[in-house]
C-alpha cells in the first residue's frame, strides 16, 4: 500500500512539473481582453486619471479612491448614489455643504456646470472644518471641490459625484486636474465586450 502511495505523489510531482514547465506568451491586446473580462471598470464607469494622484484600493462606497497633495492626504473619490427623488441632486449637495456647516441652498440655479458623461454636472465648493462623518475626525482648514452629475437616463436613475477633499493649497492646485479628470469619465458597457475565447 505503501509503495502505490509513493508512485501516486511521483506520478503527482511530474505532472506538477509538466504543468509547470508550459509558458503562456500574452500580447499588449491580450492583456487588454484580460483586463476588459474582468469588469475592471466599477459601475460600467471608466476613468482616466493623471500620474499624480495616487491610487488606492476601491470601497463600496468608493468605485474610484485617490490620495493627492504635498502630504499625501488630500481625497478623491467617485461614487454612484441612487436618485429617489426630483431634489435628490439638491438633498446630496446640501449634505456636502452640512459637513463644512454651511447653509443649505434651496436651489440649483446659482451653482457653475461642468461637463462630464456627455451631460453636465454642478459644481461645489466649501472651505472650512470638514466633517467627514463615518468616525473620522474633523479636519480643519479643509477645502472641497466635488461634482454632482445627475443621469435620469440612467435604469434606475443615478447620481455620479466626484469629490475631492484636501487642504486649500493643495486644491487649488488640483482644480485644473480635477476638471479635466471629471471629462475623461466614460461609459463602460462590459456586456458588450467579446470575452478573449471568442476572438
Do not use: H
Amino acid at each position: 500500500m505503501g509503495r502505490v502511495l509513493g508512485f501516486c505523489g511521483l506520478l503527482a510531482i511530474v505532472s506538477g512539473c509538466k504543468q509547470a514547465e508550459r509558458v503562456v506568451t500574452l500580447t499588449e491586446a491580450d492583456r487588454r481582453d484580460l483586463v476588459l473580462w474582468d469588469k475592471s471598470y466599477p459601475g460600467d464607469l471608466k476613468d482616466q486619471a493623471p500620474l499624480q494622484w495616487r491610487r488606492v484600493p476601491w470601497t463600496q462606497m468608493r468605485y474610484y479612491n485617490y490620495r493627492f497633495g504635498s502630504a499625501g492626504d488630500g481625497e478623491i473619490w467617485l461614487s454612484v448614489v441612487p436618485s429617489r427623488a426630483e431634489d435628490s441632486v439638491l438633498q446630496n449637495i446640501n449634505r456636502w455643504y452640512n459637513q463644512f456647516r454651511m447653509p443649505e441652498i434651496t436651489s440649483l440655479d446659482d451653482l457653475e456646470q461642468e461637463p462630464a458623461l456627455q451631460t453636465a454636472g454642478y459644481l461645489v465648493e466649501a472651505e472650512g472644518t470638514y466633517y467627514g462623518g463615518m468616525g473620522a475626525e474633523p479636519r480643519e482648514d479643509s477645502k472641497m471641490l466635488a461634482l454632482a452629475i445627475p443621469r435620469p437616463m440612467m435604469t434606475p436613475p443615478e447620481i455620479v459625484t466626484i469629490k475631492m477633499v484636501g487642504s486649500p493649497v493643495d486644491v487649488e492646485a488640483e482644480r485644473q486636474r480635477f476638471l479635466e479628470y471629471c471629462k475623461t469619465l466614460e461609459d463602460s458597457d462590459v456586456n458588450s465586450i467579446e470575452t478573449p475565447e471568442a476572438k
